[in-house]
């Protein structure tokens, strides 16, 4: 009467164990049934060379010495069969060298030799008094291959992996031989404790490497700083000097004709003209004063920001160039419609620039400044061509920096567009720049005014 009315009561319980069964194999098939790749072996970031072979030499330590006790140990010791012992021995020690790339895997061979060496030793005449299910060498080799484990895999495998060992002893508990000493509690343990400290070893270099990553961030974001910060400081300081220079030019310039006493026209027109260009140059310093001021600098107001220069401006560049004793032919297409502010600041930086060249390199040499529009409008071509110097000077500058060419093709290459450059057979110059009025098909982001002038 007893026997089927104790059934009720042990359903919930029977349910239970179940349900747990059901959450260890699927954290076992989850978490160790699919092998991981293989990584970066164990200390392979480091920069010794020394210290990346170092893994591979204690595994090949450990096998070395393993090995034969092992098959030594089941053979003479346990009694087993001398080919069983030495496929056991090898199966459970060999795969310590896999161990510093592929842990996992060699655990799966590793723990399954040890489950089909308990199986052996079970029936095996000199177990008495010996320990079972693991024997001594096999606790060696798998808290060896623990550590490889718990540096290189996440927690949840490493809870699989104690977990599964801890399994293995409890069902194996049921078998063991009276005459044996259980050994599955003690390698339970000794594993849950090495998986811990590797564990924490490994999360506490991660912090490390992190910590050392934030330092190089927080490192590269001070030197951007303390750059833009000297970047503020030269630009005040080259306004100073320039700003007073120039001014003291604006001022001779424009008082000249009423300090000097019967100065002919055309020379109070020089003087006029030579006062307007110095307010130019003040008013364009100012406007690149801006572009270099910092952002705090800007936030708190800084030079008013002008209209950038574009080809409705060149008429009046070259005439400050013939102005300075150059002859420049100008040709601008009749109706180019809106350009893109990219590609008009542009156009106009190639000529002044080829004009600033001509002037320092070449004075007095004939010039011809065209721009035009080309392939159904959608092209528009610079060319500036100078012939040699009437007369044999000498340069303004005899050897140049190279950096307005460099900023030619800069700003050519900004809006995808094609420079070329060099001299002619004659002995003059020519510079011819393809810029497409149309964006690219893969722009890159948005030219601000700022960052234009600033090439």
């Known amino acids: 009467m007893t026997g089927p009315s104790s059934h009720p009561a042990d359903e919930p319980t029977r349910r239970r ?52 006790t092992t098959i030594t140990v089941l053979s003479h010791g346990y009694g087993l069969d001398g080919g069983l012992s030495g496929a056991l021995g090898t199966a459970q020690v060999a795969p310590l060298l896999l161990a510093v790339s592929r842990p996992l895997q060699a655990w799966w061979v590793i723990f399954t030799a040890d489950i089909i060496s308990a199986l052996a030793l079970m029936h095996a005449n000199g177990i008495e008094g010996r320990s079972w299910p693991w024997t001594p060498m096999a606790i060696v080799g798998y808290l060896a291959l623990m550590v490889a484990l718990s540096l290189r895999e996440r927690g949840r495998t490493l809870i699989a992996v104690w977990l599964t060992t801890g399994l293995a002893g409890i069902l194996f508990e049921p078998w063991t031989p009276d005459e044996s000493r259980g050994t599955w509690v003690l390698l339970f343990v000794l594993t849950g404790v090495v998986l811990m400290m590797g564990a924490t070893l490994r999360e506490r270099g991660d912090a490390r490497r992190k910590l050392i990553e934030q330092e190089t961030i927080s490192e590269a974001e001070r030197a951007r700083r303390t750059l833009l910060e000297e970047r503020t400081r030269i630009a005040r300081e080259l306004h100073d000097v320039v700003a007073h220079h120039m001014s003291v030019i604006t001022v001779q310039a424009d008082s000249a004709p009423y300090r000097i006493s019967g100065m002919p026209r055309e020379a109070e027109e020089e003087f006029g003209s030579i006062a307007a260009t110095a307010r130019e140059s003040l008013a364009e310093m100012r406007r690149l004063l801006g572009v270099l001021r910092s952002e705090e600098a800007e936030r708190h107001g800084g030079p008013a920001k002008t209209p950038q220069p574009g080809i409705g401006m060149l008429p009046k560049l070259v005439e400050g160039t013939v102005r300075a004793g150059v002859p420049v032919e100008l040709t601008l297409p009749e109706d180019s419609g809106p350009l893109e502010p990219a590609v008009d600041l542009s156009a106009y930086r190639i000529v002044q620039e080829a004009l600033a060249n001509v002037v320092r390199h070449a004075p007095g040499a004939e010039t011809r400044v065209s721009v035009t529009t080309a392939a159904e409008g959608s092209l528009l071509t610079v060319l500036v061509v100078n012939s040699p110097p009437p007369a044999p000077s000498a340069p303004l500058e005899p050897a140049g920096t190279g950096h307005g060419l460099i900023g030619m093709r800069e700003r050519v290459r900004l809006v995808d567009g094609a420079l070329d450059t060099g001299p002619l057979p004659d002995g003059g110059f020519r510079v011819a720049a393809r810029l497409p009025l149309s964006p690219p098909p893969d722009p890159a982001a948005p030219l601000s005014p700022k960052d234009s002038d600033s090439v």
């Open 17 to 68: 164990v179940l349900r747990t069964v059901r959450q260890a194999l699927h954290l076992l098939v989850v978490e160790l049934g699919t092998p991981t790749e293989p990584g970066t072996p164990l200390f392979g970031g480091v920069r010794s060379a020394w210290l990346r072979r170092l893994p591979y030499l204690v595994a090949f330590v450990f096998a070395v010495s393993l090995l034969p």
